[in-house]
């Protein structure tokens, strides 16, 4: 895709499991950042339905999961002049470009992730192989599409690090210097990446696999559920508020979420709440959350309704997505010797 100045845009990809609802540390750590980011990008957003299996998943609710994903990015303002938006099943290049990918890295670079040694450890006895490969999957999301930057929070650096130690040694192996097989993506991480953390747990981050649901606010809570969570979240006895404080999460966090929601700077939240107590402030997060997150919902109840809309959105997105993985994968095959499809 090219601007006025002729210039071919760079591209980003990036996606969002289809798992759980999105709550607001999803939506301020990734969606939100990728609309503001938009314009100067050709992108790519997709609904990692593939990914959403690596561990116990419920199939009676995966689809509806997937159309809920896929509408929240619309509704959150991913606009389709320069967004694609696709399901991940839907290009079949993914799980085949994953394949070659695993027959040509050791076991160990896989087995050393922190975050598979981390979800290992909660699944048990039972951990299977998707979950161990599930980065090679990530990393074929990314190269299919010639990504050159995927906007990534602190727990995926370590992805990406490895789609970056896979394309060197497949360029090293099968490319030459002038024909690269595959191309080097780079991290975005803005710089105002704010944490969000949970509402019981101030140094936790808000997690959809936290057991407790009013541990996180969801994109899509009513007003009333948002009410009662900011009600009962955890607080301190100290008084007056405060960013930064070691000893103070709870405050910090909160306040951030402030700032986020009220869109106002981190100065004029200072100023506005450094002398109050948590019943004048509670009252002010609640509306603030309320107030931002009301015309999302709106917007997504709307996109929602319309299936013959969303799959039309999808269906174009799925062939366009198709038709560039399908290229890259090809290149792959044919460096790496294939008899190509005949
Ligand atoms: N692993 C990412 C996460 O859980 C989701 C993801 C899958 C992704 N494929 C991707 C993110 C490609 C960026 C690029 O957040």
């Given at each position: 895709m090219s601007d006025l100045t002729g210039m071919a845009k760079q591209r980003i990809l990036s996606g969002v499991q289809p798992t759980g609802s999105l709550h607001v540390g999803n939506y301020f750590g990734a969606i939100r950042n990728w609309v503001q980011g938009q314009y100067e990008y050709d992108n790519l957003f997709c609904v990692v339905d593939l990914h959403a299996i690596t561990v116990p998943h419920n199939p009676a609710t995966l689809a509806q999961d997937t159309y809920t994903i896929a509408a929240l990015y619309l509704a959150c303002g991913i606009d389709l002049s320069c967004s694609t938006i696709f399901v991940q099943s839907h290009v079949s290049a993914h799980s085949e470009l994953t394949w070659l990918l695993n027959?040509?890295?050791?076991?160990?670079?896989?087995?050393?992730?922190?975050?598979?040694?981390?979800?290992?450890?909660?699944?048990?006895?039972?951990?299977?192989?998707?979950?161990?490969?599930?980065?090679?999957?990530?990393?074929?999301?990314?190269?299919?599409?010639?990504?050159?930057?995927?906007?990534?929070?602190?727990?995926?650096?370590?992805?990406?690090?490895?789609?970056?130690?896979?394309?060197?040694?497949?360029?090293?192996?099968?490319?030459?210097?002038?024909?690269?097989?595959l191309k080097r993506p780079e991290p975005l991480i803005r710089a105002e990446g704010a944490r969000v953390m949970s509402l019981t747990d101030g140094s936790k981050k808000m997690s959809k696999s936290d057991p407790s649901d009013l541990s996180r606010i969801n994109v899509l809570d009513s007003p009333e559920m948002i009410q009662q969570k900011v009600k009962k979240c955890k607080t301190d006895p100290i008084k007056g508020l405060e960013f930064g404080n070691p000893e103070r999460p709870e405050c910090t966090n909160l306040l951030t979420l402030y700032m986020l929601f009220s869109g106002k700077s981190k100065d004029d939240v200072i100023e506005e709440c450094q002398d109050m107590g948590w019943g004048q402030f509670k009252p002010l997060l609640t509306e603030a959350a309320i107030a931002h997150l009301q015309p999302i919902q709106q917007r997504y109840k709307e996109i929602v309704d319309d299936r013959a809309y969303l799959d039309s959105v999808l269906r174009e997105g799925g062939q366009k997505a198709n038709e560039i993985a399908n290229r890259t994968l090809n290149r792959v095959r044919k460096a790496l010797g294939f008899l190509l499809p005949l």
């Open positions: 027959c040509l890295i050791p076991m160990n670079w896989l087995t050393d992730m922190i975050q598979f040694k981390e979800k290992a450890v909660k699944q048990g006895e039972n951990v299977g192989v998707g979950l161990l490969d599930y980065p090679v999957l990530m990393s074929s999301d990314i190269l299919l599409y010639d990504a050159d930057k995927v906007p990534v929070g602190e727990d995926q650096k370590q992805h990406l690090e490895l789609t970056r130690d896979i394309v060197d040694r497949v360029n090293h192996q099968f490319g030459t210097p002038k024909e690269l097989v």
